[in-house]
């Protein structure tokens, strides 16, 4: 029998090399001369421990191909070269001339509309091979190989094609199996992203259920039922890991061929072709990730598939709590740093090159931004992984636009994440990520943090640049972080921050961190918001006992009473005041037709604000300033709760209306510019947050107080968090 093999690469040399053996007369037809040139001269070479042998066919390169074939074309060029190796065959095929298709993906429509539907014959190759240097192959396993009637039915043709191709079968269900190695071809691009061996990245539970939401991707797109392939079942995705694990672990070939393109040859890869005609979120990011790879911007590395895990995370948890709003994909970063890898989450007021920033509002330019944010730039810079912006109250002034929604609560879905940085604090507690940025006004990282459970820091005022995020009040403005950990809170703020955390005294420069970290500190108790009517039993209580495990540990406690504590509500006022005229300020040239009306109350509100109660507020926040900074006098931080009460089911109002208390304790940090973090404080039921108040300037001392705090309240034997 007489075959054509156009490609000879890993399968086409393989099954040439075969049929040579068994006594068939092969040509042979590469696009590479190289390829040609080796054939002609040594032969073609098969290695590995599946057979060792070497042939010697005759190759040709396409340009000197016969202009009519008779004969069975056996096609096995990359997937994307595809569309020029069916017009080498169109016209030329006649008599009993077909092309059988032994490529990844579904070609069989581009190869139709060349040559004929009759003229096309689907094989589905699973068996490990890799090309080692033009003419030469590796044969790292047997495995599928089914060749098949694109319509199902069976033929003499396929019957003599089974015949005489080693470990062919023919089968009326190739469609069936193709759609099936489709699904485990696109794992396989998910594991090309990485330098891992590919049995690896298959056995690791952290990117366990990563590869199963890849394959359901592909697999809902399926128009026939998939039928099992060499260990992957369709019907039992999390068990086809395991055997495929297994079954690669014993293979020759270690890596995908899409990993060697990248990694070892340098050349564009499959991917487009196979994933881009398939819809799937993360079919898109493996697509960008591998674009990127091939551009030279990323190289094969773990970090490529951590991120592909924290997108699946990002869909699978953030979007069903309203968390997310845009995702980057292979975002742009340094290949080193201090935040190498990690992805990192953007509140949507913060402006993120090539991303809208929506600021929570219909009522925003969906153009992307032009450029980043100070701070975006400096977490690129540290070679972290800005993947996604989040969710927050229209334009951070608290309240939701009802075409857009709140963010839930990860802990509690009937509740909020809190605001205006919830989608970022949702992102932290659901998993999604350990670090994420918000913005803090009156509260707007802490209090979220409190209510999800998480460690939320508002710096101290002018330390983190605002330069491109949208404002609310420049006078109580702040951007911070939303992390898993304090230590988290420290690398994330050493970056945005622009001061490096170093061990030295503080007197090294202002925010710069000290080492070692306290065993013990003084804190000053603000009894008065313990006993403060917002105060719930369930909060006062998880907040007590916070206090007595850090005493308990030998640290010293101190109850700080002064005036300030007593006139809250002044306090909530002149923020008020300032933060609403500033912001009516910001807004005030806008079309407000299509905010909420919370939103436009509390412009309403600043609108009417007089020369004279802003002048006041002003002076109170001053004097405000002179009082906690004297509170501070002989102890290390001032502590608290951080909200009255648990997570709500709603956000409360900010400004204007029923006042909830909601702020009353974050506030005046917001006024002074003091560094303030809320810690997780172990309670049996909803989160609560335990509130650390330190001097101006000092973040990083603060930092370390806290630090040493998280150690003592998650220890074994704390109250249940």
Same mark, same amino acid.
């Given at each position: 029998?007489r075959?054509?093999?156009?490609?000879?690469?890993?399968?086409?040399?393989?099954?040439?090399?075969?049929?040579?053996r068994d006594?068939?007369?092969?040509?042979?037809?590469?696009?590479?001369?190289?390829?040609?040139?080796?054939?002609?001269?040594?032969?073609?070479?098969i290695?590995?421990?599946?057979?060792?042998?070497?042939?010697?066919p005759?190759?040709?390169?396409?340009?000197?191909?016969?202009?009519?074939?008779?004969?069975?074309?056996?096609?096995?060029?990359?997937?994307h070269?595809?569309?020029?190796?069916?017009?080498?065959?169109?016209?030329?095929?006649?008599?009993?001339?077909?092309?059988?298709?032994?490529?990844?993906?579904?070609?069989?429509?581009v190869?139709?509309?060349?040559?004929?539907?009759?003229?096309?014959?689907?094989?589905?190759?699973?068996?490990?091979?890799?090309?080692?240097?033009?003419g030469?192959?590796?044969?790292?396993n047997?495995?599928?190989?089914?060749?098949?009637?694109?319509?199902?039915?069976?033929?003499?043709?396929?019957?003599?094609?089974?015949?005489?191709?080693a470990?062919?079968?023919?089968?009326?269900?190739v469609?069936?199996?193709?759609?099936?190695?489709?699904?485990?071809?696109?794992?396989?691009?998910?594991?090309?992203?990485?330098?891992?061996?590919i049995?690896?990245?298959?056995?690791d539970?952290?990117?366990?259920?990563?590869?199963?939401a890849?394959?359901?991707?592909?697999?809902?797109?399926?128009?026939?039922?998939?039928?099992?392939?060499?260990?992957?079942?369709?019907?039992?995705?999390?068990?086809?890991?395991?055997?495929?694990?297994?079954?690669?672990?014993?293979?020759?070939?270690?890596?995908?061929?899409?990993?060697?393109?990248?990694?070892i040859?340098?050349?564009?890869?499959?991917?487009?072709?196979?994933?881009?005609?398939?819809?799937?979120f993360?079919?898109?990011?493996?697509?960008?990730?591998?674009?990127?790879?091939?551009?030279?911007?990323?190289i094969?590395?773990?970090?490529?598939?951590?991120?592909?895990?924290?997108?699946?995370?990002?869909?699978?948890?953030?979007?069903?709590?309203?968390?997310?709003?845009?995702?980057?994909?292979?975002?742009t970063?340094?290949?080193?740093?201090?935040?190498?890898g990690?992805?990192?989450?953007?509140?949507?007021?913060?402006?993120?090159?090539?991303?809208?920033?929506?600021c929570?509002?219909?009522?925003?330019?969906?153009?992307?931004?032009?450029?980043?944010?100070?701070?975006?730039?400096?977490?690129?810079?540290?070679?972290?992984?800005v993947?996604?912006?989040?969710?927050?109250l229209?334009?951070?002034?608290?309240?939701?636009?009802?075409?857009?929604?709140?963010?839930?609560?990860?802990?509690?879905?009937?509740?909020?994440?809190g605001?205006?940085?919830?989608?970022?604090?949702?992102?932290?507690?659901?998993?999604?990520c350990?670090?994420?940025?918000?913005?803090d006004?009156?509260?707007?990282?802490?209090?979220?943090?409190?209510?999800?459970?998480i460690?939320?820091?508002?710096p101290?005022?002018?330390?983190?640049?605002?330069?491109?995020?949208?404002?609310?009040?420049?006078?109580?403005?702040?951007?911070?972080?939303l992390?898993?950990?304090?230590?988290?809170?420290?690398?994330?703020?050493?970056v945005?921050?622009?001061r490096?955390?170093?061990?030295?005294?503080?007197?090294?420069?202002?925010?710069?961190?000290?080492?070692?970290?306290?065993?013990?500190a !003084?804190? =000053?108790?603000? +009894?008065?918001?313990?006993?403060?009517? %917002? /105060? @719930? #039993? &369930?909060?006062? *209580?998880?907040?007590? $006992?916070a206090?007595?495990?850090?005493?308990?540990a030998?640290?010293?406690?101190?109850?700080?009473?002064?005036?300030?504590?007593d006139?809250?509500?002044?306090?909530?006022?002149?923020l008020?005041?300032?933060?609403?005229?500033?912001a009516?300020?910001?807004?005030q040239?806008?079309?407000?037709?299509?905010? !909420?009306? =919370?939103?436009? +109350?509390?412009?309403?509100?600043?609108r %009417? /604000? @007089? #020369? &004279?109660?802003? *002048?006041?507020?002003? $002076?109170?926040?001053?004097?405000?300033?002179?009082?906690?900074?004297?509170?501070?006098l002989?102890v290390?931080?001032l502590?608290?709760?951080?909200?009255?009460?648990c997570?709500p089911?709603?956000?409360?109002?900010?400004?204007?209306?029923?006042?909830s208390?909601?702020?009353?304790?974050?506030?005046?940090?917001?006024?002074t510019?003091?560094?303030?973090?809320?810690?997780?404080?172990p309670?049996?039921?909803?989160?609560?947050?335990l509130?650390? $108040?330190?001097?101006?300037?000092?973040?990083?001392?603060?930092?370390?107080?806290?630090?040493?705090a998280?150690?003592?309240?998650?220890?074994?034997?704390?109250?249940?968090?």
């Amino acid at each position: 029998m007489r075959y054509l093999i156009l490609g000879c690469g890993a399968i086409g040399g393989t099954v040439a090399a075969g049929l040579v053996r068994d006594g068939h007369d092969v040509l042979v037809s590469d696009a590479d001369p190289d390829v040609v040139r080796a054939v002609n001269t040594t032969g073609l070479r098969i290695e590995g421990p599946v057979e060792q042998l070497t042939v010697h066919p005759r190759a040709v390169v396409p340009a000197d191909l016969p202009d009519r074939i008779d004969c069975p074309v056996l096609l096995a060029v990359k997937a994307h070269h595809t569309e020029a190796a069916a017009a080498v065959l169109a016209g030329r095929l006649c008599g009993d001339g077909f092309v059988v298709s032994l490529q990844n993906g579904l070609t069989a429509d581009v190869l139709a509309s060349a040559v004929g539907p009759d003229r096309v014959v689907e094989a589905v190759v699973n068996f490990g091979a890799d090309v080692l240097e033009p003419g030469v192959v590796l044969r790292g396993n047997r495995a599928t190989f089914m060749i098949g009637e694109l319509d199902g039915r069976p033929s003499e043709r396929v019957a003599a094609l089974a015949a005489d191709i080693a470990d062919a079968e023919a089968t009326t269900d190739v469609l069936r199996y193709a759609w099936a190695k489709e699904a485990y071809g696109a794992t396989l691009f998910a594991t090309a992203v990485s330098d891992l061996p590919i049995h690896v990245v298959l056995e690791d539970p952290a990117y366990r259920p990563l590869l199963i939401a890849v394959a359901t991707e592909v697999l809902a797109q399926a128009p026939v039922t998939p039928l099992p392939l060499d260990g992957f079942d369709p019907a039992d995705l999390n068990g086809s890991l395991d055997r495929l694990a297994d079954f690669n672990r014993r293979s020759a070939k270690t890596h995908s061929g899409i990993y060697r393109d990248l990694a070892i040859r340098h050349r564009p890869t499959e991917v487009r072709a196979i994933l881009g005609p398939l819809q799937g979120f993360l079919l898109r990011r493996i697509e960008e990730l591998i674009v990127a790879i091939e551009r030279g911007e990323r190289i094969c590395a773990r970090a490529n598939l951590d991120l592909l895990a924290a997108y699946e995370r990002l869909d699978r948890l953030g979007r069903p709590v309203n968390a997310v709003v845009s995702v980057a994909g292979a975002p742009t970063r340094a290949p080193a740093g201090p935040l190498a890898g990690q992805p990192v989450a953007i509140k949507d007021i913060v402006a993120v090159a090539g991303l809208p920033t929506r600021c929570g509002s219909p009522a925003t330019d969906e153009a992307p931004a032009a450029t980043d944010a100070v701070l975006v730039a400096r977490l690129r810079d540290a070679g972290a992984e800005v993947f996604a912006t989040s969710q927050c109250l229209e334009f951070a002034a608290g309240f939701a636009h009802p075409e857009i929604g709140d963010t839930r609560n990860p802990r509690d879905v009937t509740r909020t994440s809190g605001g205006s940085s919830g989608g970022s604090a949702a992102l932290v507690a659901a998993g999604v990520c350990d670090l994420a940025i918000g913005s803090d006004t009156g509260g707007s990282i802490r209090i979220p943090a409190a209510y999800c459970g998480i460690v939320g820091l508002k710096p101290t005022y002018g330390l983190v640049p605002l330069d491109g995020v949208f404002p609310l009040s420049p006078a109580c403005d702040h951007a911070g972080t939303l992390t898993a950990t304090v230590a988290g809170t420290t690398a994330l703020l050493s970056v945005i921050g622009g001061r490096p955390a170093v061990p030295g005294p503080e007197a090294a420069g202002a925010g710069a961190a000290t080492a070692p970290p306290p065993r013990s500190a !003084a804190v =000053g108790v603000l +009894a008065a918001q313990l006993t403060d009517p %917002s /105060v @719930t #039993p &369930e909060v006062r *209580a998880a907040v007590r $006992a916070a206090l007595d495990t850090l005493a308990a540990a030998g640290w010293e406690l101190r109850q700080v009473t002064a005036p300030w504590l007593d006139d809250l509500p002044r306090w909530e006022r002149a923020l008020s005041v300032i933060v609403a005229s500033e912001a009516w300020q910001v807004h005030q040239s806008r079309d407000l037709s299509r905010y !909420a009306a =919370g939103t436009r +109350a509390v412009l309403d509100f600043g609108r %009417s /604000v @007089t #020369p &004279e109660q802003y *002048a006041d507020a002003l $002076a109170d926040q001053a004097d405000l300033t002179a009082a906690v900074e004297a509170s501070l006098l002989g102890v290390d931080v001032l502590a608290g709760p951080t909200v009255g009460y648990c997570a709500p089911e709603e956000d409360p109002p900010f400004g204007v209306g029923d006042d909830s208390g909601e702020g009353r304790f974050t506030g005046p940090y917001n006024l002074t510019g003091h560094p303030a973090i809320s810690l997780p404080a172990p309670a049996p039921g909803l989160p609560v947050g335990l509130q650390f $108040a330190g001097r101006r300037g000092q973040d990083f001392a603060l930092l370390e107080v806290a630090a040493a705090a998280e150690d003592l309240l998650t220890a074994p034997g704390s109250a249940k968090r």
